[in-house]
């Protein structure tokens, strides 16, 4: 089976297919982990205001582009809208700030991180009760936040748009004023999203995963928080077999299942040799028998990770 690298998007930008994550990682990881990233062929990079880190993603990023356009035209940057911004008029401000903190002049993927809304907080990008509780406001009006969204793209300094983390549902709505041009949500092997990787199928919407290794030091902090098992889905003995077979390592065999699947990954690794072996999965194919066990393992949604019925009350 071939697996293409790239989606093609409207006007026939190409999005890689394998991107790299960039959540959890400190400035000065982070910025030796996308130059890194940029050696082994990292061309998609995937940020969000949320993760406070723009700015070292932007310093990293500028550095390689020196000045060019031919190489500035080489990457695929993404950011998201966080939820303290779902509102249809703080829109532009949220995303003038993340276009000046990354030190681009458009980019290519501006996406609405969640469907929900934080209240908005100057200088608080996760407001929190007294209790610890997340200060949500749910009385986003989505579509309304979407045609903002949307509306960028009339500046040119964004070339596409698309969403995260909402349901069927609200996909189905969204699609109503205009389809996404990508859909991200949380995808692995414990979590297959076979009902929504269809639909997007159908509406014809490029999906990217998230946590597609299982996010370990999220799995970690939610288990002590929550007493939760997250299990290792890097030990699974099953994708464990499957990568002794192809002389592959685990998080190969994770992440060529998720492409075979017709899905795009943003993996997130600080380590080089890892960082290399993330990107390394175009001359091996799982097979039919292999794809089906791999299939039976999906946990629905108890194997999901992200749960913001969860993170919101830590
Ligand atoms: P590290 O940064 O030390 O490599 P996800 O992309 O699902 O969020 O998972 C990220 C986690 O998976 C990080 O803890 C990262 O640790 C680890 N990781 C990333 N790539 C690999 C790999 N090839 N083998 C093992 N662990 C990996």
Redesign the pocket.
């Known amino acids: 089976m071939t697996v293409e690298k790239y989606f093609v998007l409207q006007g026939g930008d190409r999005m890689p297919r394998i991107g790299f994550?960039t959540?959890q990682a400190s400035d000065e990881v982070l910025e030796k982990s996308v130059s890194d990233a940029l050696s082994a062929g990292y061309r998609h990079f995937d940020t969000a205001r949320a993760y406070e880190n723009e700015a070292a993603l932007g310093r990293a990023l500028t550095r390689w582009i020196g000045g060019e356009q031919t190489r500035r035209k080489e990457l695929f940057v993404v950011t998201k809208l966080p939820p303290g911004g779902n509102r249809p008029d703080l829109v532009p401000e949220y995303f003038n700030n993340s276009l000046k903190d990354l030190g681009l002049d458009y980019l290519d993927m501006y996406i609405m991180h969640t469907p929900f809304a934080f209240e908005h907080i100057p200088g608080d990008l996760h407001p929190k009760n007294p209790d610890g509780s997340m200060r949500v406001d749910l009385s986003t009006d989505l579509i309304a936040v979407w045609k903002a969204i949307l509306k960028l793209k009339e500046s040119g300094r964004v070339r596409h748009v698309g969403v995260s983390n909402v349901n069927e549902e609200q996909l189905r709505r969204l699609c109503a004023v205009e389809k996404p041009a990508c859909l991200q949500i949380e995808v692995h092997v414990l979590c297959q999203q076979k009902s929504m990787i269809g639909i997007a199928s159908e509406l014809g919407i490029p999906i990217v995963a998230y946590?597609?290794?299982?996010?370990?030091?999220l799995a970690d902090v939610l288990a002590a928080k929550t007493g939760r098992e997250y299990p290792d889905l890097?030990s699974l003995p099953i994708v464990q077999r499957i990568a002794d077979a192809h002389s592959r390592?685990a998080?190969q065999v994770l992440l060529r299942y998720t492409l075979q699947r017709g899905v795009g990954a943003i993996?997130?690794?600080?380590?080089p040799a890892?960082i290399q072996?993330?990107i390394s999965l175009w001359n091996f194919e799982l097979t039919e028998s292999e794809l089906k066990e791999l299939s039976t393992v999906d946990r629905g949604e108890n194997g999901r990770i992200c749960d913001f019925s969860l993170s919101i009350y830590l």
């Open positions: 994550g959540w946590s597609p290794l299982g996010s370990k030091a890097l390592t998080a993996p997130k690794s600080t380590n890892r072996q993330n």
